[in-house]
Nanobody
């Protein structure tokens, strides 16, 4: 079992930045890949970014490439999502997930409760 708790969401103006954090517990953090997904109202859950177990592999959706950065601190059992140059279309609930490395949501076994990110124009 893995428990995930996200934090760091909020309201920001377009062009601003936020950093999301996801603290994990319950399993050796370094042995599991981590991902970020998001879901806007009325839309499907969307892949944002993923980090391999060791953190050397990262993967981004085209819509966030060059603006978002995923990183992890295995000593702190935490994965981060640095979001820069935010756009109104980035508005969504952001979820942290743990599981198999990649962009497919149902390959992730564990999910956090989500944190709201709202970008105003």
């Amino acid at each position: 079992q893995v428990q995930l708790v996200e934090s760091g969401g909020g309201l920001v103006q377009a062009g601003g930045s936020l950093r999301l954090s996801c603290a994990a517990s319950g399993r050796t953090f370094s042995s599991i890949a981590m991902g970020w997904f998001r879901q806007a109202p009325g839309k499907e859950r969307e892949f944002v970014s993923a980090s391999s177990r060791g953190g050397t592999g990262t993967y981004y959706a085209d819509s966030v490439k060059g603006r978002f950065t995923i990183s992890r601190d295995n000593a702190k059992n935490t994965v981060y999502l640095q979001m820069n140059s935010l756009k109104p279309e980035d508005t969504a609930v952001y979820y942290c997930a743990a599981g198999a490395y990649g962009s497919i949501w149902n390959r992730y076994d564990y999910w956090g409760q989500g944190t709201q990110v709202t970008v105003s124009s």
